[in-house]
């Protein structure tokens, strides 16, 4: 079973408006770590925000926050008042355990296109 | 403060060489993970090295390899090249002894093309 998955390969957003990129994931390990980054055409891949699985409120960072919803096990993205530089591939990323040491998983990616 | 940097940034090998790929921590990292990116999908993990040991491993053969030295920094090696190996390599540092929000950072990659 996929340990994380996007199901939206592509979406498109109008500059300034909000747009979530859904994220869930697989564990039956109790402390984890959920994790999102963009990747530009450039190639290197940027940390946006970061969620534990014992974090009670939802991680916000800036123009992004994370929807947390332990029970239904997804971590979505919004990022608010979209902009012409957002256009990127997004990835959700998962650490299961809570150590540095453990592996770190990616899903597919979504491709997030804001139009002017 | 310098980023994770990667080196070369591009590669073209052919078939049955052999590859060395080369990742400098961010500053303040001990920690250096390694990751295969084929073209339209997500970094798969290879693995992870902290104080010179590997730390993990992904689902790959033998044929990929690694090394960190004292100075943290890290190769990857890929022997018996194959057309499928041809991806974005990225190298992501940590600081290795951290619990919960501890972030990996990545560099902007090695693209390796094999013929």
């Known amino acids: 079973a996929q340990k994380i998955t996007q199901t939206q390969p592509g979406m498109f957003v109008q500059e300034k408006e909000a747009v979530t990129l859904d994220c869930t994931y697989d564990?039956?390990?109790?402390?984890?770590?959920l994790f999102w980054y963009k990747q530009p055409s450039s190639g290197e891949m940027i940390f946006l925000i970061y969620?534990?699985?014992?974090?009670?409120q939802n991680a916000t960072e800036g123009r992004y926050s994370l929807n947390f919803q332990k029970a239904r096990k997804s971590a979505n993205l919004v990022i608010s008042a979209s902009q012409l530089g957002d256009s990127a591939m997004y990835f959700c990323?998962?650490?299961?355990?809570?150590?540095?040491?453990?592996?770190?998983?990616f899903g597919s990616g979504t491709k997030l296109n804001v139009k002017p | 403060d310098a980023g994770v940097t990667q080196s070369p940034t591009h590669l073209i090998k052919t078939r049955g060489q052999q590859v060395t790929l080369r990742c400098s921590p961010k500053?303040?990292?001990?920690?250096v993970s390694w990751y295969q990116q084929a073209l339209g999908q997500g970094p798969q993990f290879i693995f992870q090295?902290?104080?010179?040991?590997?730390?993990q491993r992904g689902n790959f053969p033998d044929r990929f390899s690694g090394h960190q030295f004292p100075n943290y920094s890290s190769e990857l090696n890929v022997n018996a090249l194959l057309l499928g190996d041809s991806a974005l390599y990225l190298c992501?540092?940590?600081f290795g002894t951290g619990v919960g929000k501890n972030i990996q950072y990545f560099g902007a990659g090695t693209r390796l093309s094999v013929l």
């Open positions: 992501a540092s940590s």
């Open positions: 564990t039956s390990d109790p402390s984890y770590g």
């Open positions: 969620q534990g699985s014992y974090d009670q």
């Open positions: 990323a998962m650490r299961e355990g809570r150590h540095n040491f453990n592996k770190f998983y």
């Open positions: 500053s303040g990292h001990d920690t």
């Open positions: 090295y902290y104080e010179e040991e590997e730390r």
